[in-house]
């Protein structure tokens, strides 16, 4: 398995410029989510789905957007790039149900800078 | 948004020592869990609680879900160079389908 994969490692935008980062697992989990991770600031939650279809504002959303077409993917859109979307981007999933299913599995991450 | 409270913030301490931290909320958490962040890396989980008063191990590392449910303890035993990183605590209540995570604590080790 390879786990929570993320794609691109590192991207450079320039102000306004679109972009989309892919989150893939091939674990089966139900639930996915998107963090950023600045300085000092820890973990914060962008969006998460809880299922295929569907999807739900984390405590960060503005200025992103997100679609789980399929249970496997999880993808995150930025429309028009700010310079304070500077971060590095963590994916992370989990099970639905059954024991241990609050652990969350976390991608190698996204360092994306917009200029 | 909510953030669980982690201390030390970072420690620089020397190969061989044991190693303690603590993170504690005004909440009552149902599940404590305990990441580990490398440089350039993504969090990957230590240990999970799942019990009030619950003590677990995994390897040198020991992990404890406080009585009041409120807090959670990581201990290193015997530190050593590769557990240089940040450890991050993460707690779930009720039956949230998300993780409140903790500010980080930085560790330094020096031979």
């Known amino acids: 398995n390879a786990g929570v994969t993320q794609t691109p490692k590192f991207r450079v935008l320039k102000t306004g410029q679109s972009m989309t980062l892919l989150c893939a697992q091939d674990?089966?989990?139900?639930?996915m989510y998107w963090y950023r991770q600045d300085p000092g600031m820890g973990l914060r939650l962008i969006h998460y789905?809880?299922?295929?279809?569907?999807?739900a504002k984390g405590e960060v959303p503005d200025g992103y957007n997100v679609s789980r077409l399929k249970k496997q993917n999880f993808l995150l859109g930025l429309e028009s790039a700010a310079p304070s979307q500077t971060s590095v981007y963590f994916c992370?999933?989990?099970?639905?149900?059954?024991?241990?299913?609050?652990?969350?599995?976390f991608g190698p991450g996204t360092r994306l800078t917009v200029t | 948004g909510q953030q669980l409270n982690q201390s030390p913030q970072s420690m620089f301490i020397q190969e061989g020592e044991d190693v303690s931290m603590n993170c504690t909320s005004s909440?009552?958490?149902?599940?404590w869990l305990w990441y580990k962040q490398d440089p350039g890396e993504g969090p990957v989980l230590l240990i999970a609680?799942?019990?009030?008063?619950e003590l677990t191990s995994n390897g040198r590392l020991t992990a404890q879900f406080g009585i009041t449910r409120k807090d959670s303890f990581l201990n290193i035993s015997a530190s050593i160079p590769s557990d240089v990183g940040i450890y991050f605590c993460?707690?779930?209540?009720?039956?949230?389908?998300?993780?409140?995570f903790g500010t980080g604590t930085r560790l330094q080790v020096t031979l």
């Open positions: 992370a999933s989990r099970k639905n149900h059954g024991g241990n299913s609050y652990e969350q599995y």
């Open positions: 609680l799942y019990k009030a008063g």
């Open positions: 789905s809880v299922g295929e279809g569907t999807t």
């Open positions: 909440s009552i958490f149902n599940t």
């Open positions: 993460a707690g779930q209540s009720g039956t949230a389908s998300k993780l409140t």
């Open positions: 674990m089966n989990h139900e639930y």
